[in-house]
């Protein structure tokens, strides 16, 4: 069973930037792909990235290339989503979501690819 806690969450203005971490309580934490998604009021949840399991391979929703970058650290069994020009619209509840795979270069962006999940955390962008 794996544990995703996540953090970093808050009120920011647009323009500003977060950073969110979600540690992991496994120790074979580098045989997992990780990834972010979020999930807004009334909407459908929302693939954002993912990172493989070496951290050789990010995707990314086109909605946030170049603002937000996904990074792991396997020692600490945590993964990263730095976030900066945040706008209102990346206002949502974000979640950590964890796969077991044996493939070390493969990102995943479905949700139905991942099988452990975080609580969330709630990131609100203020205009």
């Known amino acids: 069973q794996v544990q995703l806690v996540e953090s970093g969450g808050g009120l920011v203005q647009a323009g500003g930037s977060l950073r969110l971490s979600c540690a992991a309580s496994v120790r074979t934490f580098n045989s997992y792909a990780m990834g972010w998604f979020r999930q807004a009021p009334g909407k459908e949840r929302e693939f954002v990235a993912s990172i493989s399991r070496s951290g050789g391979s990010t995707y990314y929703v086109d909605s946030v290339k170049g603002r937000f970058t996904i990074s792991r650290d396997n020692a600490k069994t945590t993964v990263y989503l730095q976030m900066n020009s945040l706008k209102p619209e990346d206002t949502a509840v974000y979640y950590c979501?964890?796969?077991?795979?044996?493939?070390?270069?493969?990102?995943?962006?479905?949700?139905?690819?991942?099988?452990?999940w975080g609580q969330g955390t709630q990131v609100t962008v203020s205009s």
């Open positions: 979501a964890a796969r077991l795979t044996g493939y070390p270069n493969t990102a995943y962006s479905g949700p139905r690819d991942y099988s452990y």
